[in-house]
């Protein structure tokens, strides 16, 4: 499986940006895709999962401002990212599992700054 993330950028704070992740290869062995975050002196953290039938769950630092969702016709995972904040700064990574592995795209920065 690869991952392709695109979508980041520079971005005011109250802004919004999509990020996007083109999967290829194996597709059909994915069991759920997701986003990740990684702040400078930080781990990295998941944000939000969607599994194969749809199923989303986020982490609660944002709920009710970021939406997960994915076109299967397109291979591809999307997140809407609203209301954006400093505190969202980080690079944004996505992620495929799979059963017994798991699969990152090279991530793409998201900076909020005014």
């Known amino acids: 499986v690869q991952l392709q993330a695109s979508g980041g950028g520079l971005v005011q704070p109250g802004g919004s940006l999509t990020l996007s992740c083109a999967a290829s290869?194996?597709?059909?062995?994915?069991?759920?895709m997701g986003w990740y975050r990684q702040a400078p002196g930080n781990v990295r953290e998941v944000i939000a999962t969607?599994?194969?039938?749809?199923?989303?769950n986020y982490v609660d630092s944002v709920k009710g401002r970021f939406t997960i969702s994915r076109d299967n016709a397109k291979n591809t995972v999307y997140l809407q990212m609203n209301s954006l904040n400093p505190e969202d700064t980080a690079r944004y990574y996505c992620?495929?599992?799979?059963?017994?592995?798991?699969?990152w795209g090279q991530g793409t920065q998201v900076t909020v700054s005014s």
């Open positions: 992620n495929a599992e799979t059963f017994g592995k798991y699969y």
């Open positions: 969607i599994s194969s039938s749809g199923d989303t």
């Open positions: 290869g194996s597709i059909e062995s994915i069991i759920s």
